[in-house]
Protein backbone atom coordinates (compact mmCIF):
# COMPACT_ATOMS: atom_id res chain seq x y z
CA UNK A 1 0.00 0.00 0.00
CA UNK A 2 1.39 3.32 -1.06
CA UNK A 3 1.67 6.81 1.23
CA UNK A 4 -1.19 8.48 -1.00
CA UNK A 5 -3.64 5.33 0.06
CA UNK A 6 -2.41 5.00 3.48
CA UNK A 7 -3.42 8.51 3.58
CA UNK A 8 -6.84 8.41 1.93
CA UNK A 9 -7.87 5.66 4.20
CA UNK A 10 -7.52 8.06 7.21
CA UNK A 11 -9.06 11.05 5.33
CA UNK A 12 -11.76 9.66 3.66
CA UNK A 13 -15.29 11.35 3.84
CA UNK A 14 -18.56 9.52 2.79
CA UNK A 15 -20.52 12.63 2.39
CA UNK A 16 -17.57 14.27 0.13
CA UNK A 17 -17.86 10.78 -1.56
CA UNK A 18 -22.11 11.08 -1.57
CA UNK A 19 -22.14 14.55 -3.14
CA UNK A 20 -19.96 13.88 -6.27
CA UNK A 21 -21.91 10.85 -6.71
CA UNK A 22 -25.23 12.72 -6.35
CA UNK A 23 -23.91 15.40 -9.25
CA UNK A 24 -22.91 12.96 -11.50
CA UNK A 25 -26.21 11.33 -11.54
CA UNK A 26 -28.11 14.57 -11.56
CA UNK A 27 -26.11 14.84 -15.05
CA UNK A 28 -23.47 17.62 -13.41
CA UNK A 29 -19.72 18.45 -13.54
CA UNK A 30 -17.39 17.50 -10.74
CA UNK A 31 -13.82 18.70 -9.95
CA UNK A 32 -12.29 16.06 -8.87
CA UNK A 33 -8.55 14.34 -7.70
CA UNK A 34 -7.76 11.15 -9.70
CA UNK A 35 -4.59 8.94 -10.06
CA UNK A 36 -2.56 11.39 -12.32
CA UNK A 37 -3.91 15.18 -12.61
CA UNK A 38 -7.16 16.70 -11.32
CA UNK A 39 -10.12 16.18 -13.74
CA UNK A 40 -13.64 17.61 -14.72
CA UNK A 41 -15.87 14.43 -15.00
CA UNK A 42 -18.93 13.75 -15.60
CA UNK A 43 -21.34 10.46 -16.54
CA UNK A 44 -19.84 9.52 -19.95
CA UNK A 45 -22.68 8.19 -20.85
CA UNK A 46 -24.35 11.29 -20.66
CA UNK A 47 -24.33 13.35 -24.15
CA UNK A 48 -25.59 16.44 -22.48
CA UNK A 49 -22.85 16.08 -20.02
CA UNK A 50 -19.54 15.55 -21.94
CA UNK A 51 -21.22 18.72 -23.76
CA UNK A 52 -20.54 20.87 -21.14
CA UNK A 53 -17.19 19.75 -20.48
CA UNK A 54 -16.11 20.23 -24.03
CA UNK A 55 -17.79 23.91 -23.48
CA UNK A 56 -16.31 24.74 -20.42
CA UNK A 57 -12.79 23.53 -21.33
CA UNK A 58 -13.22 25.17 -24.98
CA UNK A 59 -11.89 22.23 -26.92
CA UNK A 60 -12.96 20.83 -29.78
CA UNK A 61 -15.50 17.91 -29.43
CA UNK A 62 -12.84 16.20 -32.52
CA UNK A 63 -10.88 15.75 -29.12
CA UNK A 64 -11.98 12.91 -27.39
CA UNK A 65 -11.61 12.88 -23.87
CA UNK A 66 -10.77 9.51 -21.86
CA UNK A 67 -13.11 7.92 -18.63
CA UNK A 68 -12.23 5.95 -15.81
CA UNK A 69 -13.57 2.76 -14.29
CA UNK A 70 -13.00 1.29 -11.23
CA UNK A 71 -12.07 -2.38 -12.45
CA UNK A 72 -10.46 -4.32 -15.49
CA UNK A 73 -13.61 -6.27 -15.49
CA UNK A 74 -16.01 -2.87 -16.49
CA UNK A 75 -14.00 -2.58 -19.98
CA UNK A 76 -15.47 -5.00 -22.09
CA UNK A 77 -19.46 -3.49 -21.30
CA UNK A 78 -17.98 -0.27 -23.16
CA UNK A 79 -15.23 -2.03 -26.11
CA UNK A 80 -16.41 -4.17 -28.74
CA UNK A 81 -13.28 -6.67 -28.57
CA UNK A 82 -10.88 -5.90 -26.20
CA UNK A 83 -7.56 -7.06 -27.80
CA UNK A 84 -6.19 -9.92 -25.74
CA UNK A 85 -2.85 -7.72 -24.96
CA UNK A 86 -4.82 -5.11 -23.03
CA UNK A 87 -5.06 -7.17 -19.88
CA UNK A 88 -1.40 -7.86 -20.18
CA UNK A 89 -0.53 -4.36 -20.03
CA UNK A 90 -3.00 -3.32 -17.54
CA UNK A 91 -1.64 -6.18 -15.02
CA UNK A 92 2.13 -5.19 -15.56
CA UNK A 93 2.18 -1.27 -15.32
CA UNK A 94 3.22 0.28 -12.66
CA UNK A 95 2.14 3.56 -13.36
CA UNK A 96 -1.14 5.08 -14.49
CA UNK A 97 -1.81 4.04 -17.93
CA UNK A 98 -4.31 5.19 -20.34
CA UNK A 99 -4.89 2.27 -22.92
CA UNK A 100 -6.85 3.79 -26.24
CA UNK A 101 -9.08 1.28 -27.87
CA UNK A 102 -10.89 0.86 -30.69
CA UNK A 103 -14.69 -0.41 -31.63
CA UNK A 104 -16.06 2.09 -28.74
CA UNK A 105 -19.72 1.62 -27.41
CA UNK A 106 -22.28 2.27 -24.57
CA UNK A 107 -20.82 5.69 -23.95
CA UNK A 108 -21.76 9.07 -25.18
CA UNK A 109 -21.56 9.68 -29.10
CA UNK A 110 -19.54 12.62 -28.80
CA UNK A 111 -17.14 11.47 -26.09
CA UNK A 112 -16.08 8.94 -28.81
CA UNK A 113 -13.24 9.29 -31.19
CA UNK A 114 -13.81 10.01 -35.11
CA UNK A 115 -12.34 6.26 -35.45
CA UNK A 116 -14.35 4.61 -33.29
CA UNK A 117 -11.97 4.90 -30.15
CA UNK A 118 -12.08 5.74 -26.40
CA UNK A 119 -9.79 6.00 -23.89
CA UNK A 120 -10.06 4.42 -20.69
CA UNK A 121 -8.10 3.64 -17.51
CA UNK A 122 -8.33 1.59 -14.58
CA UNK A 123 -7.51 3.64 -11.92
CA UNK A 124 -5.71 2.88 -8.90
CA UNK A 125 -6.65 5.98 -6.65
CA UNK A 126 -9.11 5.23 -4.01
CA UNK A 127 -11.87 8.27 -4.12
CA UNK A 128 -12.06 8.26 -7.55
CA UNK A 129 -12.27 4.44 -7.80
CA UNK A 130 -14.82 4.29 -4.93
CA UNK A 131 -16.87 7.06 -7.39
CA UNK A 132 -16.36 4.51 -10.53
CA UNK A 133 -17.51 1.73 -8.60
CA UNK A 134 -20.33 3.36 -6.77
CA UNK A 135 -21.68 5.40 -10.42
CA UNK A 136 -21.36 1.88 -11.61
CA UNK A 137 -20.69 3.60 -14.81
CA UNK A 138 -17.71 5.30 -16.48
CA UNK A 139 -16.40 8.74 -15.66
CA UNK A 140 -14.92 11.15 -17.76
CA UNK A 141 -11.94 12.50 -16.71
CA UNK A 142 -9.31 15.33 -18.34
CA UNK A 143 -7.36 18.04 -17.19
CA UNK A 144 -9.01 20.70 -15.02
CA UNK A 145 -8.10 23.48 -17.27
CA UNK A 146 -9.16 25.51 -20.28
CA UNK A 147 -7.90 24.06 -23.80
CA UNK A 148 -4.40 25.54 -24.52
CA UNK A 149 -3.29 26.21 -20.90
CA UNK A 150 -1.08 24.10 -18.57
CA UNK A 151 -2.63 21.31 -17.13
CA UNK A 152 -2.80 21.68 -13.06
CA UNK A 153 -0.35 19.67 -11.48
CA UNK A 154 -1.86 20.56 -7.76
CA UNK A 155 -5.34 21.64 -6.76
CA UNK A 156 -3.83 25.10 -5.76
CA UNK A 157 -3.29 25.95 -9.77
CA UNK A 158 -6.65 25.30 -10.88
CA UNK A 159 -8.23 28.39 -12.15
CA UNK A 160 -11.04 30.27 -10.75
CA UNK A 161 -12.16 30.02 -14.10
CA UNK A 162 -12.86 26.48 -13.76
CA UNK A 163 -13.58 26.24 -9.97
CA UNK A 164 -17.03 28.64 -11.07
CA UNK A 165 -18.28 26.33 -14.07
CA UNK A 166 -18.60 23.03 -11.89
CA UNK A 167 -21.33 21.65 -10.07
CA UNK A 168 -19.42 19.91 -7.28
CA UNK A 169 -15.73 20.66 -6.40
CA UNK A 170 -14.58 17.36 -4.26
CA UNK A 171 -12.84 18.28 -0.57
CA UNK A 172 -10.61 15.41 -0.82
CA UNK A 173 -6.75 15.95 -1.60
CA UNK A 174 -7.26 20.15 -1.99
CA UNK A 175 -4.10 20.20 0.30
CA UNK A 176 -1.95 17.31 -1.42
CA UNK A 177 1.04 19.84 -3.00
CA UNK A 178 2.39 16.26 -4.51
CA UNK A 179 2.64 17.23 -7.85
CA UNK A 180 0.95 15.18 -10.19
CA UNK A 181 1.78 13.49 -13.78
CA UNK A 182 -0.43 12.48 -16.59
CA UNK A 183 -1.12 8.87 -17.62
CA UNK A 184 1.59 6.89 -20.23
CA UNK A 185 -0.91 6.41 -23.54
CA UNK A 186 -0.94 3.15 -25.43
CA UNK A 187 -3.09 2.86 -28.48
CA UNK A 188 -4.27 -0.85 -29.18
CA UNK A 189 -5.31 -2.00 -32.48
CA UNK A 190 -7.66 -5.38 -33.60
CA UNK A 191 -5.00 -7.74 -33.49
CA UNK A 192 -2.54 -6.44 -30.70
CA UNK A 193 -0.96 -3.66 -32.72
CA UNK A 194 0.64 -1.81 -29.95
CA UNK A 195 1.12 2.12 -30.94
CA UNK A 196 2.86 4.51 -27.99
CA UNK A 197 1.20 8.31 -27.79
CA UNK A 198 3.12 8.71 -24.38
CA UNK A 199 5.67 7.19 -22.22
Known amino acids: MNDVTTKSVK ?31 CDATNEEAVKRIFELKRRSDAKSMLVLVDTPNRIEAYVREVPDMAWNLIEVSDKPLTII ?37 PIV ?23 QAVDYIVQYRQNDGTPAKPSSIIKLDIGNVIKIIRP
Open 11 to 41: TYDAEDLKKALETLQKGGIILYPTDTVWGLG
Open 101 to 137: YPQAKNLARNLIAEDGSIGIRVTSELFSKMLCARFKR
Open 141 to 163: STSANISGQPSPAIYAEITDEIK
